[in-house]
């Protein structure tokens, strides 16, 4: 194990997502250690297909401005640079202009002389369209078949960039990069790669790092802090609450990953079959073995279209009986529903979709919960999608009898249910869902990318207002 090499990059990345919270003393620790780059994901498809569709962010704009203010100061403090990635959650480019205004008013507000960078993700419907045509998108395991209408439906599209627009951003100057849709790993490896990190403990480290403290014993206390070297990389948390062993590092090679060991990123693969995992001490993990193989450069798309209107009821069941078959008792209900909804609606009914989940009862796990007593009480969620709101919330309302009192066939009293919340109707207006699990070929790596710096840079990255 090759621990007294000397240090080529040190990257701190303070939380798994801007506007999630960070104790703001775990910064100073970061830069104690010493650190060459601050690095944070700001987005995610996890909150699902809604801030795509909508080019919104999840978090407030009070929570990001609390976030990006500390990293802000400690990039100044620190004098490097500070790279986010997926800004507004989806990475479109109104979200990049969004974080881009919050760190323009910090800026200004602390006094603080930063160039800033904004490089955006969005991909035109249209060049999108002749790319098809000419076979450079294809489908990603269970991506299917893809056609122009397709591409066009989506509200927006936008492409995963890998480290080389945010490296080369960093290269023209910049000591703010702010970054549409990124791979997570991305923003930490930028900065590693450019200062001539070995590939396979780069891309390891940035996988292991993305989430911030996830990969430490206390996920919640705050980030990490990773020293890469020509021989392995070195992870240890910022907290001193928090601990790094070797099981929760490897561990978050199973996070969201389909291989344990296999990472696909735009420029290639990532191979951790022959890494080993280390306890240099209680808190400090050493990683080595990793290996990096390159591949035809492609950048996965993902796109949002609108797919119609919802409304939800949620209603509590605990009649014993019911629950006891409960499963016949489901059954009984969308029949029940089926035949009303054909009969009020007629022909406003075509296209209208519903969904039955009962938490408390295998919502979760569906068939495959080990579980097989019946439920002691059941919330059971409804929730209805149509071609506009109006028919979505008529179906809700012709539901709402029977979800409050539908009894078994053979049952010869009314049971009583309850609906927690007056109406119960619940509109939660458009409703999207990612269509597209598609990658473009690209003849390089910042193509389907655009840069911009507020003011002007010369060549030589000296910055002129």
């Known amino acids: 194990m090759s621990m007294s090499l000397p240090p080529i990059a040190r990257i701190m990345v303070p939380a798994g997502m801007l506007g999630t919270g960070f104790p703001a003393e775990t910064l100073d620790r970061g830069i104690d250690l010493g650190v060459d780059a601050i690095a944070i994901d700001a987005g995610s498809t996890d909150p699902g297909a809604y801030y795509l569709g909508t080019a919104t962010a999840k978090p407030t704009a009070a929570a990001v401005r609390r976030d990006l203010r500390l990293l802000l100061n400690a990039s100044s403090r620190a004098g490097v640079p500070l790279i986010v990635g997926s800004c507004g959650t989806a990475g479109t480019d109104a979200g990049v202009d969004w974080v881009a205004g919050i760190a323009r008013d910090i800026l200004t507000q602390d006094g603080l002389s930063l160039r800033l960078a904004r490089i955006y993700s969005e991909q035109k419907p249209s060049a999108l369209v002749s790319a098809l045509a000419d076979g450079d998108i294809a489908p990603l395991p269970g991506g299917g078949p893809l056609d122009q209408d397709l591409l066009l439906e989506c509200e927006h599209i936008v492409g995963l960039m890998g480290h080389e627009p945010l490296s080369d951003a960093l290269d023209r100057g910049a000591d703010v990069v702010l970054a549409g849709r990124t791979t997570d790993t991305a923003v930490i490896a930028a900065a590693m790669l450019r200062k001539g990190a070995p590939e396979g403990p780069t891309w390891h480290a940035a996988k292991i790092a993305e989430c911030g403290g996830m990969s430490t014993t206390n996920p919640v206390a705050g980030g990490v802090h990773i020293t890469l070297d020509a021989g392995g990389f070195t992870i240890e948390p910022l907290a001193a609450t928090a601990a790094c062993t070797p099981r929760s590092v490897a561990a978050h090679m199973l996070y969201e990953n389909v291989d344990p060991f296999l990472l696909r990123e735009p420029a290639g693969t990532l191979d951790t079959t022959a890494a080993t995992y280390t306890a240099l001490d209680d808190r400090r993990v050493r990683v080595e073995g990793s290996v990096f193989h390159h591949e035809p450069h492609t950048v996965k798309l993902e796109g949002a279209a609108l797919r119609g209107y919802e409304t939800m009821s949620l209603v509590g069941l605990r009649d014993p009986v019911i629950l006891d078959r409960f499963d016949e008792w489901l059954a009984f209900l969308r029949v029940q529903l089926d035949v009303r909804i054909a009969d009020l609606l007629a022909d406003e009914a075509v ?104 003011g002007n840079l010369h060549h030589d990255g000296s910055h002129h207002a």
């Open 351 to 454: 296209g209208v979709t519903y969904d039955l989940r009962p938490y408390g009862y295998n919502a979760v796990l569906g068939d495959i919960e080990p579980d097989a007593s019946p439920p002691r009480e059941v919330g059971l969620v409804m929730l209805v999608r149509a071609g506009d709101q109006e028919t979505a919330t008529a179906v809700a309302k012709i539901a709402s009898p029977l979800l409050l009192h539908l009894p078994l066939p053979d049952m010869d009293r009314l049971p009583s249910f309850a609906f927690p919340y007056s109406p119960a109707e619940i509109e939660r207006g458009p409703a999207y869902e990612f269509v597209l699990q598609h990658v473009l070929s690209v003849d390089s790596a910042n193509a389907a990318f655009r840069t911009e710096f507020d």
